[in-house]
T-cell receptor
Framework: GAGVSQSPSNKVTEKGKDVELRCDPI?????LYWYRQSLGQGLEFLIY????????KSGLPSDRFSAERTGGSVSTLTIQRTQQEDSAVYLC?????????????FGSGTQLSVL | GQQLNQSPQSMFIQEGEDVSMNCTSS?????WLWYKQDPGEGPVLLIA?????ELTSNGRLTAQFGITRKDSFLNISASIPSDVGIYFC?????????FGAGTTVTVRA
């Protein structure tokens, strides 16, 4: 498709289980971001990938969170041993390059509910 | 992360009214951005501001980049029902964006 695609759109899991969230960025976009949006809150930066550079992981809230980007395209955000406070919408965004003024295109997000 | 204070948190507006929302920060940003998020969707960029003092319009939307580079406002003129949604401000330095908590807009027909 033409836009950023995220899957699944909704995920319900039990506390303690691991989850994987997937993001397909727009073709040709070298920059990819993960954000977390909790109810009534702004978007919280999690991690940033740019080409082959080392990712900026400074926003990951704990070592239970990790992300990878294979082949410079698809990215997977993994949350291990999920907790109820992990419940949120996880948004992925991509852009052309890291010039500091590139437009970010967001996916529709994955709504994660941890019971 | 850097904290952006966005206000108001929510507003009910009458169709046809002009509305305004703003964002302030303790930090300087090189770029200010305004996004709109509809239910079940990701945010969509409305306006980008790149220079202190810049005033930019996009249809019924007008936004300004504060001279101190620590604030921005967004105005919506002659509001219509499809203006319903959550509006976010964002400050950007290099590749990192810091977002405000959002302004939820509900329009009374």
């Amino acid at each position: 498709g033409a836009g950023v695609s995220q899957s699944p759109s909704n995920k319900v899991t039990e506390k303690g289980k691991d989850v994987e969230l997937r993001c397909d960025p727009i073709s040709g976009h070298t920059a990819l971001y993960w954000y977390r949006q909790s109810l009534g809150q702004g978007l919280e930066f999690l991690i940033y990938f740019q080409g082959n550079s080392a990712p900026d992981k400074s926003g990951l809230p704990s070592d239970r969170f990790s992300a990878e980007r294979t082949g410079g395209s698809v990215s997977t955000l993994t949350i291990q041993r999920t907790q109820q406070e992990d419940s949120a919408v996880y948004l992925c965004a991509s852009s052309l390059a890291r010039t500091g003024s590139e437009k970010l295109f967001f996916g529709s997000g994955t709504q994660l509910s941890v019971l | 992360g850097q904290q952006l204070n966005q206000s108001p948190q929510s507003m009910f507006i009458q169709e046809g009214e002009d509305v305004s929302m703003n964002c302030t920060s303790s930090s300087i940003f090189n770029t200010w951005l305004w996004y709109k998020q509809d239910p079940g969707e990701g945010p969509v960029l409305l306006i980008a501001l790149y220079k202190a003092g810049e005033l930019t319009s996009n249809g019924r939307l007008t936004a300004q980049f504060g001279i101190t580079r620590k604030d921005s406002f967004l105005n919506i003129s002659a509001s219509i029902p499809s203006d319903v949604g959550i509006y976010f401000c964002a400050g950007q330095n290099d590749y990192k964006l810091s977002f405000g908590a959002g302004t939820t807009v509900t329009v009374r027909a």
